[in-house]
């Protein structure tokens, strides 16, 4: 249809609203805190880990739904007092619906996006839950309304489209037929611009057809989620709402084409920025949503007057489908929605910069009118034409014009196809569409009644508003659960794992009972089973990787309960805790006793039951497609501390291990969540993309194979090696227990710390110091050897793997490695490195008083290089011994060819000033010795005599005490293990009763003799520095009484 008006055509900025949901559960576990507040058009941000850092936020419509609602007896969410500040689903509405729905009564285009990310209310706000309508069935109920009552003054017609965009490829959510493996084809069209081909279009009449179309769709939706779980948040939805207004006294037709887009979730994945996945670009999955912020990024720009060569619509399907919505011919609002938590502050950030540069988009939209039969003649004389330039391409008969022939008649046939749209006569389309709604109705009606008469069990999805959809009935007698749906007694699923017969249902005398068949796997409430199972009403049922279900008991078994708290979130945590992970255990392992656990430990548990069911569909692709890798969680750092003993950030990692070679590797969370979808991508190939051409796909190179990565060191764990004996100058040899990342024991090694001379030399006894300050400004040297390696669980697994021990000792720029040793499980590693403090800096001195030497274990595999260090920008001594605590070091240490002549020089000014001093001292001490003659000298002798018995006795004592304390030292060093060998003790979870007593009687045995440990060391410290004090005042005796 072509635009009239279009030279009126004036510039409508997007306009951009904000809503802030409520906490969630999570975040009220999590304890968070609101960090986002709301005055009228005004957002302001507070950065949780800076009070100071505010960012202010200025958008068209805000709508603060976080906190001030209560719920009535409905259900319905209402402010709690009239005229409080809460925006409930009917405000949002007024604030938007309305505007939308004008526009599109108008003759505009209109178009609402919704954007955000993963739970934070986006599907709420656009579809609502229960009694809480959204914008979309909101919309469509007041759009039949002012339909019905303005019919005398116009025929309306409405179409009604739904589609999802998933991983690039477009499906029809009301399509009658099954998917198609590549989805359904994007076009343009010269004068309406990009649509979706062969995409349904079905004529409604009344909100009642919309809503069950929408529930239609919702459950095709959910279906192909459950089928390799096509993750909701990583698609996009989109509803097409056609409306045409034909007014015949006018003889004038109005077309409008309402969008309605919940976008995909646009969390942002945090990552150490270390790590770079060489597939990192292969994969669909977030191109649309990156092409729509560089189209939003273009646009913004251009409005501020920027010059913007290119807009990048054509590189996504998203971005085709909204051209029109993005610059074009609509009036477009955007909702953007925000969780008010400090843990999600990045995200909200995120949230708010996307949507603060989308409002400066400036569209050009116009109101879609025109005489009702030219759009006819105009296809129709475009078709002749056609005709024309095609017979006269069959008269030249070229190689070279078959290609455009094939193109000529696909534009023919689709003029053809509109031609027809629009001559068939409204009512008989829209009786098509009601003979489908009947069916449909009739259907709902059955399953309605078959609800009030057998159990069942209903699907919980990820996606809140997928749960619930699919209800499959367990009627009388035996029914065979599987992907086989031959028999007529047979119930039909799909999803990873399933097998063709994969369990039988049992209905016997109003008991349900589960039997898993040979090789299928079925979990209930959490515990695999084996055997026949009777079902109590809400059991909770997993199939297969990860098909997830809630049985629904006998309607006499059924009670008011809202069996909504059953959530996706509930099977994932009760599928951890058997698997011994879960809050109460991760606060144990932190030896945290408080109510309130730690939001960093709740947000890792919540990150392990999110990745649990990807790991699940992961090792069951790997097995069907025989890569022979298996994936399991870990939990980083979960037993792990820094130098000064405290925890570590804690995160969840994949480790990926190849069953053949016992190759291993550690993936991060951003970069199993991409391959992931890389492994969709395959397996869909592999097993279902080519069903059509019934050829094998070409086999997978490796570079490209997502469950492959050239293998890499292994971080294995670290030891704590404590350096409060070096201030003291005592010498340390200790075994030090290298733990893995949670709590196992990975090695021992045996270690010592020398304080030695520069030539590097050992200290004896008599240079231990009492006070360690004594080192200030002084130079102090130590030896690091590390002698051995002991019972290395890295080399048990497989003998063809070898160590380094890596560490960064104060503030050397890089960190140094031992050299590599292989295929023994104690390996002598013979390694001894000296460092040299010039001079003992405050920082330094501390540091070794309160510090550690963190030995880091690092796992070498065959086809792997080994861990090297650059020594760029390291200083050494003239010994070669490498410095440390540098910045107190003086420049003229640095032994560098390019830099002795200017120490040499400053040698020179520096040997000046000393001369100058001297000659200054000497004229002193001239004076000082003639005053010394002149003084008594039996006083001077009889206070020499004292201070010599004084400085004896001072010397004595200080040795006695050095020996003292490095006993203590020795001692304290096995009290520390026996700690930390407390620590690490627990039950297993497969404990029986008398397994449990025999845990306690042991745990207390370990106790006592711990206590008894620190008791001894304690009392041996006091009576020694007893005995030396004793001593002391002994001889200070006899000597006062001489």
């Known amino acids: 249809m072509r635009l009239e008006g279009s030279s009126m055509a ?508 040979s090789g299928s796997k079925v979990i209930v409430n959490g515990v695999p089973i084996s055997q026949k199972t009777e079902l109590q009403h809400l059991d909770r049922l997993v199939l297969g990787s990860n098909s997830t279900y809630l049985y629904m008991g006998f309607p006499l078994e059924r009670g008011g309960e809202d069996w909504t708290r059953y959530d996706y979130d509930y099977f994932q945590s009760e599928l951890a805790a058997a698997e011994g992970v879960n809050i109460q255990s991760l606060c144990e392992e932190q030896g945290q006793r408080t109510l309130q656990p730690d939001p960093s430990l709740l947000a890792v548990f919540y990150d392990y039951i999110r990745l649990m069911p990807m790991v699940t569909e992961a090792n069951q692709m790997s097995q069907e497609l025989n890569k022979g890798v298996e994936f399991t969680l870990e939990i980083k750092n979960l037993a792990m501390s820094d130098s000064k003993g405290h925890d570590l950030e804690k995160e969840i990692v994949v480790r990926v291990t190849s069953v053949e070679s016992k190759q291993v590797w550690v993936w991060s969370k951003v970069k199993f969540i991409n391959r992931k979808f890389l492994m969709e991508e395959v397996y869909r190939q592999q097993k279902g993309g080519v069903a059509e051409e019934d050829v094998a796909p070409p086999p997978l190179s490796r570079d490209r194979d997502p469950f492959w990565d050239p293998v890499e060191p292994l971080h294995l764990g670290g030891a704590h090696l404590w350096l409060q004996s070096l201030p003291f100058r005592i010498r340390v040899e200790e075994q030090v227990e290298a733990v893995g990342p949670e709590g196992t024991e990975e090695a021992i090694l045996q270690t010592q710390l020398i304080p030695c001379s520069p030539a590097g030399l050992p200290l004896g006894e008599d240079d231990i110091l009492i006070d360690p300050t004594e080192l200030l400004g002084k130079r102090l040297d130590f030896l690091l050897v590390l002698d051995q390696c002991c019972g290395l669980r890295w080399l048990k697994e497989a003998r063809n793997r070898g160590v380094q021990i890596g560490f960064q000792m104060f503030d050397s720029p890089q960190p140094l490695y031992t050299p590599a040793v292989w295929h023994n499980v104690n390996p002598v590693l013979d390694y001894r490195i000296q460092f040299t403090a010039l001079r003992t800096s405050p920082d330094l001195l501390i540091h070794l008083q309160s510090s550690a030497l963190v030995l880091e274990l690092w796992g070498l595999q065959e086809g792997c290089s080994d861990l090297g260090c650059s020594l760029d920008g390291v200083r050494k001594t003239p010994e070669g011994s490498i410095i440390i605590d540098r910045a107190s070091a003086p420049d003229n240490t640095v032994v560098d060819g390019s830099d002795l002549s200017s120490s040499l020089q400053a040698l020179n000014q520096d040997l000046q000033q000393l001369r100058i001093s001297n000659a200054a001292l000497r004229k002193e001490n001239s004076a000082l010795r003639e005053q010394l003659n002149n003084s008594a000298r039996h006083g001077v002798d009889g206070g020499r005599g004292r201070q010599e018995r004084r400085g004896s006795l001072r010397t004595s004592c200080d040795a006695d005490f050095a020996r003292a304390l490095k006993v203590f030292y020795h001692s304290m060093t096995s009290v520390r293990g026996q700690l930390q060998r407390l620590r690490r003790h627990r039950p297993s979870e497969e404990q029986d009763l008398l397994g449990l007593r025999l845990f306690v009687d042991e745990h207390g045995r370990m106790l006592k003799d711990f206590g008894e440990q620190l008791e001894q060391s304690v009392s041996a410290l006091k009576q020694d520095v007893a005995a030396i004090v004793r001593r002391k005042r002994e001889k200070s005796g006899i000597w006062s009484e001489r």
């Open 10 to 517: 004036g510039k409508d900025c997007v306009k951009v609203a904000v809503r802030v949901r409520p906490f969630n559960k999570r975040e009220r576990d999590a304890g968070s805190r609101c960090i986002v507040s709301m005055s009228n058009s005004i957002i302001t941000l507070q950065d949780p880990r800076n009070q100071q850092n505010r960012r202010t936020f200025t958008f068209d419509y805000t709508f603060w739904s976080h906190s001030g609602f209560t719920r009535d007896p409905t259900g319905l969410f209402i402010p709690e007092e009239e005229g409080g500040r809460y925006a409930d689903q009917a405000s949002v509405f007024q604030g938007l619906g309305e505007g939308v729905l004008d526009n599109a009564l108008q003759g505009y285009n209109a178009t609402l996006l919704a954007y955000g990310q993963t739970g934070s209310g986006k599907s709420y706000s656009m579809l609502g839950y229960g009694p809480n309508k959204g914008l979309v069935p909101t919309l469509c109920s007041r759009l039949f309304h002012f339909i019905r009552t303005n019919q005398d003054s116009r025929q309306c017609q409405v179409f009604f489209s739904m589609l999802e965009i998933y991983n690039e490829q477009v499906v029809d959510l009301l399509s009658r037929s099954s998917r198609s493996g590549g989805g359904l084809r994007v076009r343009e069209d010269q004068h309406t611009g990009f649509y979706v081909e062969a995409l349904r279009r079905i004529p409604s009449d009344s909100a009642a057809q919309v809503e069950q179309l929408m529930e239609q769709g919702t459950r095709t939706r959910s279906t192909a989620s459950t089928h390799l779980n096509s993750n909701s948040s990583r698609s996009h939805m989109l509803i097409i709402l056609q409306l045409k207004q034909i007014f015949s006294k006018e003889c004038i037709t109005k077309q409008s084409n309402i969008y309605l887009v919940d976008l995909a979730g646009s969390e942002r994945q945090r990552s150490s920025g270390s790590e770079v996945d060489r597939l990192k670009e292969g994969t669909a999955i977030n191109l649309s949503l990156t092409t729509l912020g560089n189209v939003i990024s273009a646009l913004a720009e251009a409005a501020l007057g920027k010059k913007v060569v290119h807009i990048p619509y054509r590189d996504s399907i998203l971005t085709k489908l909204l051209q029109s919505a993005l610059g074009g011919n609509s009036r477009t609002v955007m909702i953007a929605t925000l969780s008010p938590a400090d843990i999600c502050y990045e995200e909200s950030l995120s949230t708010l910069r996307y949507a603060e540069r989308a409002k400066r988009i400036q569209n050009r939209a116009v109101v879609n009118e025109g005489p009702t039969e030219r759009l006819v003649k105009e296809l129709k004389a475009e078709n002749a034409k056609l005709l024309l330039r095609l017979n006269r391409l069959d008269q030249e008969d070229r190689p070279s014009n078959h290609q455009e022939t094939k193109e000529l008649r696909r534009l023919l046939t689709h003029n053809q196809l509109q031609i027809r749209a629009i001559q068939t006569l409204w009512e008989h389309r829209l009786q098509e569409a009601l003979q489908d709604w009947e069916a449909q109705y009739t259907s709902i009606t059955q399953e309605r009644t078959m609800m009030q008469m057998y159990p069942y069990v209903v699907n919980i999805n990820e996606d809140a508003q997928l749960s619930g959809v699919i209800k499959l009935f367990i009627e009388d007698g035996d029914w065979d659960v599987g992907l086989a749906d031959s028999s007529p007694r047979s119930i039909s699923i799909r999803g990873l794992g399933i097998q063709e017969k994969h369990a039988v249902f049992s209905n016997q005398q109003r008991r349900v009972t589960i039997t898993p068949l």
